[in-house]
């Protein structure tokens, strides 16, 4: 978060998401998560309306390897079509790279690595008082720490952070409620 001015409490904040190994899984489903963590994100500001929210769109793919291109269409659809139209978002502009895959040769042997498809969100917004903004951090009086159920009980940890430390993948992501 910034502020527009060194003497003003207005200004803007930017958030990320992704949700890259989720697309090992399913793409439609890494795509609406990067965007529902940016969504989180940029929540403890004052914005107002969500749709004051503009997002940027960074699609990384390695084009023209087996998957990928349907990968790309249905997390394009997800994301384009279905999600952002039903929150009433916007992404005005974005980027792609679609050359994510690597070739070499090692010895005689011909290597090669490509890698998942990403989608890397970026949420932006103005806001009219940066004082009105909540943190991460835990105070040590007397307060509540709330767990709000997004996933409405379905706790899927597939390709999660979690996972990934225990050297899994899972086999369910989340999913939009």
């Given at each position: 978060m910034t502020t527009a001015s060194l003497d003003s409490y207005y200004g803007e904040a930017m958030a990320l998401g992704?949700?890259?190994p989720v697309a090992l899984l399913d793409f439609a489903a890494s795509a609406r998560l990067a965007v529902g963590e940016a969504l989180t994100?940029?929540?403890?500001?004052?914005?107002?309306?969500?749709k004051r929210i503009k997002l940027s769109a960074n699609w990384m793919a390695a084009a023209g390897?087996?998957?990928e291109d349907a990968g790309m269409y249905e997390a394009?659809?997800?994301?384009?079509?279905?999600?952002?139209?039903?929150?009433?978002?916007?992404?005005?502009?974005?980027?792609?790279?679609?050359?994510?895959?690597?070739?070499?040769?090692?010895?005689?042997?011909?290597?090669?690595?490509?890698?998942?498809?990403s989608l890397v969100i970026t949420a932006f917004a103005r806001v009219e008082d940066v004082r009105h903004t909540v943190t991460p951090?835990?105070?040590?009086?007397?307060n509540a720490l709330l767990l709000i159920d997004l996933g409405?009980?379905?706790?899927?940890?597939?390709?999660?952070?979690?996972?990934?430390?225990?050297?899994?993948?899972?086999?369910?992501?989340?999913?939009?409620?």
């Open positions: 992704e949700r890259t994100n940029i929540a403890a500001t004052q914005i107002g309306d969500i390897h087996p998957g394009v659809k997800a994301v384009g079509e279905e999600l952002c139209p039903a929150l009433g978002l916007t992404i005005p502009v974005g980027k792609d790279s679609m050359s994510m895959k690597t070739r070499w040769q090692e010895g005689n042997e011909q290597r090669e690595m490509t890698s998942p498809l951090q835990l105070a040590t009086e007397d409405k009980g379905h706790n899927a940890l597939g390709a999660t952070a979690l996972a990934q430390v225990y050297r899994q993948l899972g086999d369910k992501p989340a999913r939009r409620a």
